[in-house]
């Protein structure tokens, strides 16, 4: 079974940018989130209560399927975002905004606790971060065609997201501060390599 690195932090605050570098740079392969290619992201942008159910089981399920996939690789494997996150950050927004009511929030944490039961958790958690006023601009920068999470929601995003990591007790969580906008240059991926063979 190969390892497993999720790359976790705030919409816009630059995963995927992270994952895509690290992997040019080292020997990983790598899962994206590919939101375009959800079947219900169109259909719950568009209206929020009665499709956030639906979308949230389907990121479950994926997140789920994706890390079965990708621990069956040889090489050391970075998903961008992953189950705790879809989970603890996006689907407890969606409980907090009232888009999922108690019982649909509750059988999505059911769901997310069957699935992490059946899967080991990844090997680490790399959480990117940046204040509020990086992370906003950035999100505002990317021109995402198809966007569910606003501006206006990060700085609750960012809370929950920490609150998680805080108390997470069962995987290593290495903090990589992504403030400056060359976070991704040669020498801090190399420092950030460095720093990944310690875990191995």
């Not at 942008?45 to 399927?65: S, V």
């Amino acid at each position: 079974m190969g390892r497993l690195i999720a790359v976790v932090g705030n919409s816009g605050v630059g995963k995927t940018t992270l994952v895509q570098a690290l992997a040019r740079a080292g020997s990983f392969v790598t899962g994206l989130e590919q939101h375009e290619e959800r079947p219900f992201q169109h259909p719950f942008a568009n209206n929020l209560q009665r499709y956030a159910l639906p979308n949230q089981i389907d990121y479950l399920l994926y997140r789920a399927e994706q890390e079965r996939m990708l621990r069956q690789q040889a090489e050391t494997a970075l998903i961008d975002g992953g189950l705790e996150l879809d989970f603890y950050g996006f689907t407890q927004q969606f409980h907090h905004k009232g888009y999922l009511t108690d019982a649909e929030f509750a059988l999505c944490e059911r769901l997310y606790r069957t699935l992490r039961a059946a899967l080991p958790p990844p090997d680490l958690f790399i959480y990117l971060t940046a204040p509020l006023e990086v992370v906003v601009r950035r999100y505002e920068m990317r021109g995402r065609p198809l966007e569910i999470a606003r501006v206006e929601d990060l700085a609750q995003l960012a809370k929950l997201v920490e609150d998680w990591l805080a108390g997470e007790t069962a995987v290593p969580v290495l903090r990589v501060d992504a403030s400056e906008d060359d976070y991704c240059n040669h020498e801090h991926l190399q420092t950030l390599l460095n720093t990944l063979a310690i875990y191995d």
